[in-house]
C-alpha cells in the first residue's frame, strides 16, 4: 500500500505486551500512516531491534548515543504529526509524567510538542496504584490522550484492568487523534494543485509561486478519510503524489479541459490550484533573442472556477484566494461571483505561505461566520476544509 499518511512515532514501553504492537505497527501502516518505531532500551528484551527494522521498513534507535551526527531527539521529534506510545507501562507512565528524558522515546517527547495517544498495559496492582493513577491524570492535564486499558485476563493467571486493548480499538481511537476517520466513504472528490505555467517560448513560461502542497494535503487527507480522489496537478513532482489518481497538465487549457471531464461526476471540488490569470497573446516556435523581450503582449485566460460553477448542478465548491489586502473582503466578493460555497483565503503579502508547511487564514462560509485560523500545518488545513465541504453538502 502506498503510504500518503502523516509521519508517526510509536514508542513502545518494556512490558510484555510490546509483542503485541508488531501487529499494531501493521495496522497503523494499512490505515496509511508511516511509522518510526522508538523502542525503549528495556522493550528490546522482549522484541528486538531487527524485529522492528524489518516490519517498519525503517532504521530503529533506542538511544541518544546512537547515530549522535542526525541529533535523533530533535530530527525525528520536527518530522513526527503524532505520538503513540502502546504499551506505556507504570515505569514510562511516571517518567513521562516527571519530564525525564533517559532515552530516546522519553527525550522526543519532551522535545514535541504534537498530540500524543498513550496505550497503558500492566498488572491491575500498578494500574490501580495511587501513584500511577496520580500520573495518568498529571499527563491527561498536560494534554496527552491516555486510553483506558482493557479488563481481562493478564500473565499467568491474573485478570483486571490493565490489559493491552484490542489492536481496532487503539486504531480506532487514533484516528479519532488524527482525524484519520472514514467519513468519506462513497464520495468523489475532485482537487487541482500546484501553479499553472503559461509558455512564451520553448525555454520561457509565465508562473507563479505556488507549490501545490496545501492541494496535495487535501487529496490526501480526503483518501484517508475513504474518498475517491482524483487530483489534477499543475508542475508539481510526481514523487509528492503517490497514492492519488492524477491527472498531471501544464497550462491554464491544459487544467479547463480536465475540470471539464471530471468535474460532472465529482461531489465536491477543491480548487486549489494557482491559475494564471494570462498568457501570452502568441507562443514564439524558437527561442526569443535577449535583444526582442522588451514587451510581452498578454490575453486573460478563462476563469476557471467561474467558467467551471457554471455546470454546478449538486455540487459543493471550495476555493482559496490568496491576497496583499482587503483579504476578508475580497474573498467574500469572490465567494458570491463565482458560486464558491466555502473559500479559505490568506494573506500572502511578503512571500508568507507559498511553499511553506504551516498556514494561516480564514475560512468563509455562504451563511455561517468567518472562521479564523490560526498558524497550522496544511494537512490539518486539509481535514478542516473538508469538514466544511461535508457539512455544506449536508
Known amino acids: ?81 503524532f505520538f503513540i506510545i502502546a504499551p506505556a507501562t507504570a515505569d514510562l507512565v511516571a517518567r513521562v509524567a516527571a519530564g525525564r528524558a533517559d532515552d530516546l522515546l522519553t527525550n522526543l517527547v519532551l522535545a514535541s510538542d504534537v498530540p500524543k495517544l498513550l496505550i ?48 481496532a480499538a487503539i486504531v480506532h481511537e487514533f484516528d479519532q487523534l488524527t482525524g484519520n476517520v472514514s467519513d468519506l466513504v462513497g464520495k468523489r472528490i475532485l482537487v487541482t494543485a500546484g501553479g499553472t505555467r503559461e509558455n512564451i517560448d520553448p525555454v520561457r513560461f ?23 480522489v482524483h487530483l489534477i496537478a499543475a508542475n508539481v513532482d510526481e514523487g509528492q503524489v503517490m497514492g492519488i489518481e492524477t491527472t498531471h497538465v501544464f497550462t491554464s487549457q491544459e487544467m479547463h479541459d480536465a475540470l471539464l471531464d471530471k468535474f460532472p461526476g465529482c461531489d465536491i471540488l477543491f480548487m486549489s490550484a494557482a491559475v494564471a490569470d494570462a498568457k501570452p497573446k502568441s507562443i514564439s516556435i524558437d527561442k526569443i533573442k ?22 454546478k448542478t449538486n455540487q459543493i465548491i471550495v476555493g482559496f484566494a490568496a491576497e496583499t489586502k482587503d483579504h476578508l473582503s475580497e474573498a467574500r466578493r469572490k465567494l458570491e461571483s463565482k458560486g464558491m460555497d466555502v473559500i479559505y483565503v490568506n494573506d500572502v503579502s511578503g512571500g508568507a505561505v507559498f511553499g511553506k508547511d504551516e498556514t494561516m487564514g480564514t475560512i468563509l462560509t455562504r451563511n455561517d461566520a468567518d472562521i479564523a485560523v490560526k498558524e497550522t500545518s496544511k494537512d490539518a488545513l486539509g481535514n478542516l476544509l473538508l469538514d466544511q465541504a461535508i457539512r455544506q453538502l449536508g
Open 1 to 81: 500500500m502506498s503510504q500518503i499518511g502523516p509521519e508517526i512515532v510509536l514508542g513502545v514501553g518494556g512490558g510484555i505486551a510490546a509483542y503485541k504492537s508488531c501487529e499494531l505497527l501493521r495496522r497503523l501502516q494499512d490505515r496509511g500512516y508511516q511509522v518510526t518505531v522508538v523502542p525503549t532500551p528495556s522493550s528490546l528484551n522482549f522484541v528486538g531491534k531487527a524485529t522492528w527494522e524489518a516490519l517498519s521498513g525503517r532504521p530503529v534507535s533506542a538511544e541518544v548515543w546512537e547515530n549522535v551526527h542526525l541529533v535523533p531527539h530533535i530530527s525525528l521529534a520536527d518530522k513526527a504529526k
Open 120 to 167: 497503558p498495559a500492566m498488572h491491575p496492582s500498578m494500574w490501580l496504584d495511587p501513584a500511577t493513577v496520580a500520573n495518568v491524570q498529571i499527563l491527561r492535564s498536560r494534554g496527552f490522550k491516555v486510553m483506558e486499558p482493557d479488563v481481562g485476563r493478564l500473565t499467568g493467571s491474573d485478570s483486571g484492568p490493565g490489559r493491552f486493548p484490542e489492536t
Open 206 to 228: 509565465i508562473g507563479n509561486r505556488s507549490s501545490g502542497k496545501q492541494g496535495i494535503a487535501i487529496a490526501n487527507a480526503a483518501k484517508r478519510r475513504g474518498a475517491d
Open 290 to 311: 535577449k535583444a526582442m523581450l522588451g514587451s510581452i503582449e498578454l490575453v486573460p485566460n478563462v476563469d476557471l472556477l467561474a467558467d467551471i460553477s457554471k455546470g
